[in-house]
């Protein structure tokens, strides 16, 4: 299985941010990799891939520096920049470094001496931050265990032992009396005299809900004085399928402080919950625990920092029965639970947070000074029961003193004039927003005045995507769903492309090999050969590895046969080759691929090369979209139409990429009868006007230093989070 070429394309599918832009550590490269070998001989589709990538980059991600109460977790589109990245606050990082009391030998020492098996293993920090310190312990280069431990005090805060879940899926636990044994005789150990201030309250099967830990027996224990439990000190060992330790965790002197603060919020928590998983997590620790409240349910929760906060907070279903019988609170009952919960948890600062749109409840947004602050916002679910199924939030608000004065904001005019010089046209194919859609319903395609192409239009925007500097008064662009640079690009040049009259059909495996050998001077005779139906989306694969389990194949429509990727490996590291000879040769590669009948293309994204990494090849690769009459033609589903990859090494092209949905060409309507572009900018501020705004993130969607005054559109309530369009040619604007 190719591994690169697998996540590439989960990346793709899940309208993620620029690949280009994204870096991965070692350690989370490994992890990676390694959650998906686990079902390497299993035929997983994308859909399993992109969830691993994000189970896996979730519980590996380096964050940003956050504060507060439940600051948000990724959202779909920014999950690659939110959490696959390595930049952290170097300043933080050397500061924690510099206070550093116990070092990571001392800490693992205790460890090394209970448990023999870690006694050769080298240590690998891997991040610090806030007062904790996650290391991975080798042996040689094979990561065995992860320690996360205080940096202040050399506590363990956690220990997981990393074993081959291949091999432990048939084995069979040890009884819950040999577990418990086992973990004695673990703690009296570990912890010498402190072991016997711990009662065993409960023994049960753990295995986390990303199927990448366990499954061990959870062995859990409460601390007693005076003969009465001590609220919230809990700790778990975990014992594997040969009765040794595959986890330990507790909850810290600050957590046990924090839940117990939580319970006014939290009623009913559970003082002597289970502490079911325990790992570092960007700024504080993850969290699974067990028994959280009277109804034993489960929940995921990330504590930021040392106990200050809580970053996130999830129910967990125990089983499908469970899942079946939980509903979901609506309308005035969700509404005064909500305002219930945020009175509780905030105080007086919920009174600064409004509901997004006021028909729905869930959705809740920071004001200061009377504007809106983006991103600043609280989502939350209640259940029927009254309890808090999901809450988020972004971080704690800046001081006030850190907002910029409304007054050096430029005025209303001078915005809308930025937003008039830069609206522009696009067609767009398909233009169905929602999946839901009545099957086989068929849409017209329509002529678009838009700000932005790399992006679809909806209500009341987060500015995360397009906005105007309120203190420069210009325009800045992201990258849209799919790391789309279009706009930033700024080129609008068509390039004329002469079509191939039909496709390039390969309907066997002797077709495909000859195509590769025609294309790359490729030979796959002696390689490992697979062949595969996608049922998602009707394609095959011809495919072969070579001896690096690199791809080397050939994408079709199973049903015609028509060609609609092929590609081999880069033939080494080096980037020798220029943008514009690896532009020309993509270019000059395009046109034998494209859809029958398309006449011109036009850039929609430039991948620069550097190192490989699991989501990009480290080529060039350019990205292009249809286009008529010098204007971008788009499908709904925001994605470039053809990617081609130049080897930076040789300028010879290695991949080619038909993103459609559908080959189908459509009739477009005629862009000689359409309104003018200044009443295209009346019509759209009627419904979308610009508001000025604080921002606490920039386009692409990392923390600012500070607040930002930008303008954004606007629209009302109702229209919050819809789908829009304005019609070039009839004027009006079309909402879904």
Not at 108 to 119: C, G
Not at 204 to 231: A, C, F, L
Not at 629 to 653: C, F, H, L
Request: glycine share 6%; proline share 5%.
């Amino acid at each position: 299985m190719d591994v690169d070429k697998q996540i590439r394309e989960a990346v793709q599918s899940a309208s993620e941010e620029s690949v280009e832009e994204v870096r991965f550590t070692k350690e989370m490269e490994s992890r990676i990799r390694g959650a998906i070998a686990q079902n390497k001989h299993k035929n997983r589709n994308r859909l399993f891939m992109a969830g691993s990538l994000a189970a896996c980059l979730a519980v590996t991600a380096v964050g940003l520096h956050q504060q507060g109460w439940f600051p948000q977790m990724p959202s779909g589109k920014n999950i690659t920049n939110a959490v696959a990245t390595t930049t952290t606050n170097k300043k933080n990082t050397e500061a924690n470094q510099n206070s550093v009391k116990v070092s990571p030998e001392e800490a693992v020492l205790p460890l090394k001496k209970t448990i023999p098996a870690l006694s050769k293993m080298t240590i690998r920090v891997d991040r610090t931050s806030y007062g904790f310190s996650e290391l991975t312990l080798l042996e040689g280069d094979t990561e065995r265990a992860n320690v996360a431990y205080d940096i202040q005090t050399g506590q363990i805060e956690s220990f997981t032992m990393i074993g081959d879940r291949t091999e432990q899926k048939d084995a069979k636990l040890p009884s819950a009396k040999s577990a418990e044994n086992a973990a004695k005789a673990f703690l009296q150990v570990f912890l010498g005299e402190e072991s016997k201030s711990y009662q065993h309250i409960e023994t049960q099967i753990y295995t986390d809900e990303h199927m990448v830990k366990g499954p061990w027996m959870s062995v859990n224990y409460q601390r007693m004085e005076n003969g009465q439990p001590v609220p919230f000190d809990v700790l778990s060992v975990g014992i594997d399928q040969r009765e040794q330790v595959a986890f330990f965790g507790r909850l810290n002197k600050s957590e046990q402080d924090f839940f117990t603060k939580l319970t006014d919020a939290v009623p009913d928590l559970n003082p002597s919950l289970l502490l079911l998983d325990k790992e570092k997590n960007h700024d504080g620790m993850l969290v699974i625990l067990g028994k959280m409240n009277k109804e034993g349910h489960q929940v995921s929760l990330v504590i930021y920092g040392k106990g200050q906060a809580l970053e996130s907070y999830m129910l967990l279903y125990r089983d499908e029965k469970e899942a079946a019988s939980r509903k979901e609170a609506e309308g005035a009952k969700a509404l005064e639970q909500e305002r219930q919960f945020l009175n509780k948890l905030l105080g007086a600062d919920s009174e600064n947070y409004r509901l997004l749109d006021g028909n729905n409840p869930g959705l809740y947004l920071r004001y200061y000074n009377g504007l809106p602050v983006l991103s600043d916002e609280i989502s939350i679910v209640t259940t029927d029961s009254g309890h808090v199924q999901y809450f988020r939030k972004e971080p704690v608000p800046f001081e006030p003193s850190r907002y910029p004065d409304v007054s050096t904001a430029v005025s209303e005019e001078v915005a809308i004039q930025e937003l008039s010089e830069h609206m522009k046209l696009r067609y767009v194919q398909n233009p169905r927003i929602r999946p839901e859609s009545k099957q086989g319903e068929k849409w017209q395609p329509i002529l678009e005045y838009t700000p932005a192409v790399s992006f679809m239009q909806r209500g009341r925007e987060d500015g995360t995507e397009w906005h105007i500097d309120a203190t420069s008064g210009k325009i800045v662009y992201g990258t849209g769903d799919n790391g789309l640079a279009y706009d930033q690009l700024n080129t609008k040049k068509a390039h004329p492309i002469e079509s191939p009259k039909e496709y390039v059909k390969v309907r066997s495996k002797d077709e495909a090999k000859a195509l590769l050998q025609a294309e790359f001077g490729v030979q796959v005779e002696g390689l490992t050969y697979r062949e595969s139906v996608r049922e998602r989306d009707g394609r095959k694969e011809y495919v072969w590895y070579d001896k690096n389990d690199k791809y080397i194949g050939v994408e079709v429509i199973a049903e015609t046969g028509s060609v609609v990727g092929l590609g081999t490996p880069r033939s080494d590291t080096a980037v020798t080759v220029k943008r514009q000879q690896a532009e020309e040769a993509a270019f000059g590669f395009l046109h034998k691929y494209v859809d029958p009948g398309v006449k011109e293309v036009q850039l929609a994204q430039v991948i620069q090369p550097g190192e490989a990494n699991p989501v990009s090849t480290g080529e060039w690769e350019f990205r292009f979209f249809m286009s008529k009459d010098g204007i971008p033609v788009q499908d709904r589903e925001q994605k470039a139409a053809y990617s081609v990859t130049v080897d930076p090494s040789t300028g010879k092209v290695t991949k080619f990429d038909n993103y459609r949905e559908t080959h189908e060409l459509v009739e477009l309507p005629a862009s000689d009868k359409i309104i003018s572009k200044d009443k295209a900018v009346e019509e759209y501020l009627r419904v979308m006007p610009l508001k000025l705004v604080y921002l606490m993130k920039d386009v692409d969607g990392q923390k600012l230093p500070q607040p930002k005054l930008a303008y954004v559109p606007w629209s009302e309530e109702k229209l919050a989070n819809k789908f829009m369009a304005l019609d070039a040619v009839t004027g009006k604007i079309i909402v879904d």
